[in-house]
Nanobody, 131 residues
Framework: DVQLQASGGGLVQAGGSLRLSCAAS????????IAWFRQAPGKEREGVSC????????MHADSVKGRFTVSSDKAKSTVFLQMNNLEPEDTAVYYC????????????????????????WGQGTQVTVSS
């Protein structure tokens, strides 16, 4: 069975850090890109970061660039999202998702457009940043 197990969320003060993990199983990890999305109450889902496991290419939304870093440990089939200098606006449920081969994120006009949907989704992990 395919599983994407997200963990590491919690409550943190503004300026603090958290590291999210997404442990994958049931598919060939190296052949997929892993993305992090987030959704806050009343807001649309937002793509945060994505990493392509075949070549290590990484993408980060402008809203998190310079603060968040996505990385991958192929030996453990796990992707991490290191989140530093957290802001109250980062409060959301964070989801990891797997896309075959490439992220499919195209950057234009200051934002990423998602040209394909993830094949697999993990459950969410709550991140709450207090001011």
């Amino acid at each position: 069975d395919v599983q994407l197990q997200a963990s590491g969320g919690g409550l943190v003060q503004a300026g603090g850090s958290l590291r999210l993990s997404c442990a994958a199983s049931g598919f060939t990890f190296d052949e997929y890109a892993i993305a992090w999305f987030r959704q806050a109450p009343g807001k649309e889902r937002e793509g945060v970061s994505c990493i392509e496991n075949d070549d290590g290419r990484r993408m980060h939304a402008d809203s998190v660039k310079g603060r968040f870093t996505v990385s991958s440990d192929k030996a453990k089939s796990t992707v991490f999202l290191q989140m530093n200098n957290l802001e109250p606006e980062d409060t959301a449920v964070y989801y990891c998702a797997a896309l075959p081969d490439r992220c499919g994120w195209v950057y234009y006009g200051g934002k990423f457009y998602h040209t394909k949907s993830p094949k697999y989704w993990g459950q969410g992990t709550q991140v709450t940043v207090s001011s």
